[in-house]
């Protein structure tokens, strides 16, 4: 769908005014084992459970319609990032067989309307390697939903936006507010990002997790 571009912060505020204008209905993910709130979060867990109007990982949505890509186009855009905040090592179940790669931590913004995560893939040793994958989603998608942020304090882990497309056959959220998984990256690695539901105020720092990933914690969150 979009393997690369970083969110606008200007441009964060098209998923309400979509909604707003009848357009689109963007379900916001969440996970736990307890009910979820209103907020967008649930109890701390493996993706799952659902919160209001909300998705999670490996699940079907409620329905819902967006223009095919079109808000999400949007709402990534292209700029450098050099900054690291943590890396977590893992090993990602290609196509090719098992690669050996690093999800960097690059920022993490929040402000009253959503969660903008910046994060590279990378290979951890010299040369490129393939990462297409269905591991950080579900088969067939490859995109990375399943990217989540925990907030240790709260006990709730936050995942991308997810949604219908218009032209979806089975009513299911098969496309995120997420970048794909590249087909394949290099040392110098591939910036990746997510649009999440807004953290609360009182949260500072999170945990970046992956599925088979070392978590990468004391992210600070920057708004």
Known sequence: MFESGRPRS????????????????????????????????????????????????????????????????QIMGSQEETDSAGLGAGTLDAASGPVKVGAEAVSVQTDAQETRVTWRLKNLAHGTVDTGSFQLARPPLMDTRALGLADAGGGRVYHPYTYVPVNSIGGEDTACVCSELPERTNDSGQLLYAELPPLPESVHTVTLTLPGFASVKNVPVHR
């Open 10 to 73: 200007r441009l964060g505020r098209v998923v309400p005014v979509l909604i707003a204008l009848g357009a689109a209905a963007v379900l916001g993910a969440c996970s736990g084992g307890a009910t979820p709130g209103g907020d967008g979060a649930g109890s701390h867990g493996a993706p799952g459970g659902a919160g209001s109007g909300a998705t999670s990982p490996g699940a079907p949505g409620a329905a819902g319609t967006l223009p095919a890509e079109q808000a999400a186009q």
